[in-house]
C-alpha cells in the first residue's frame, strides 16, 4: 500500500518569507499527486494536481506554486507568503481507485 | 462545476446510538465515492471507497451506500463509541483536474459516553 510522508508538521512564519513543503510517497510508481489546503471554517480546497514528472496543473490564482522533480516527489512552495496563506496543507496521491493523504502541515503566517 | 454538499454539518450523540450521516453531489458522472475520517489537526483516513457500479460498502460497524443516480450517498455508522469523535468527510471523483477528489465541508461528530 501507499505512504506519504509530508514536513515538516508545523510551521510558523512571517509574512514575505519563502515557504518550501514537501511531499514524499512510497509503495507505488507514477501516481497522481495533490496539494490540498484546509482553511479555518471551510472545506478542502486542491490548489495544484501532477499526473506526471514535470507536469503541474494550478485550480486557483496565488502566490503559490508546486514541483514534481522526481515521481514521488512533490513540492508547494512561495516566494512570499501572505497572511490568507496560513492554513492545513496536504498532499494527496493515488487515481481513480483510491487516495492515500499524508497527515499535513500546519502553516501559520504571522 | 461538480458540488458536494453534507448534511448535517454538526452532529451529537449519546454512546450506542446508530446515525446515519448524509452526503450529496451536483454532478452524477462520478468514477467513485470515498468516505474519509479526520480527528482535529491531523490528516485524513480512508474509511471507504464505493466505486460508481457500486451500491454500499461495509467495513465493520460503518456501512456506506451509493445512489448515483439521485446524487446521493450515506454513512450509517451503527453502535456509536465516544471514539468515533471526528469530522466525516464525503468525497467524490470525476474526470476534471486530474481525478482529484471533491470535497463536501463535512460533519463534524461527537458522540458522549
Known amino acids: 500500500s501507499q505512504t506519504i510522508h509530508q514536513w515538516p508538521a508545523t510551521l510558523v512564519q512571517p509574512v514575505g518569507s519563502p515557504l518550501s513543503l514537501e511531499c514524499t510517497v512510497e509503495g507505488t510508481s507514477n501516481p497522481n499527486l495533490y496539494w490540498y489546503r484546509q482553511a479555518a471554517g471551510r472545506g478542502l480546497q486542491l490548489l495544484f494536481y501532477s499526473v506526471g514528472i514535470g507536469q503541474i496543473s494550478s485550480e486557483v490564482p496565488q502566490n503559490l506554486s508546486a514541483s514534481r522533480p522526481q515521481d514521488r516527489q512533490f513540492i508547494l512552495s512561495s516566494k512570499k507568503l501572505l497572511l490568507s496563506d496560513s492554513g492545513f496543507y496536504l498532499c494527496?496521491?493515488?487515481?481513480?481507485?483510491?487516495?492515500?493523504f499524508g497527515s499535513g502541515t500546519r502553516l501559520t503566517v504571522v | 462545476k461538480q458540488e458536494v454538499t453534507q448534511i448535517p454539518a454538526a452532529l451529537s450523540v449519546p454512546e450506542g446510538e446508530n446515525l446515519v450521516l448524509n452526503c450529496s453531489f451536483t454532478?452524477?458522472?462520478?468514477?467513485?465515492l470515498q468516505w474519509f475520517r479526520q480527528d482535529p489537526g491531523k490528516g485524513l483516513t480512508s474509511l471507504l471507497l464505493i466505486q460508481s457500479s457500486q451500491r454500499e460498502q461495509t467495513s465493520g460497524r460503518l456501512n456506506a451506500s451509493l445512489d448515483k443516480s439521485s446524487g446521493r450517498s450515506t454513512l450509517y455508522i451503527a453502535a456509536s463509541q465516544p471514539g468515533d469523535s471526528a469530522t466525516y468527510l464525503c468525497a467524490v471523483i470525476n474526470s476534471n483536474s486530474g481525478y482529484a477528489l471533491n470535497f463536501g465541508k463535512g460533519t463534524s461528530l461527537l458522540v458522549t459516553p
Open positions: 454532478d452524477s458522472a462520478i468514477y467513485n
Open positions: 494527496a496521491c493515488g487515481r481513480v481507485g483510491g487516495y492515500t
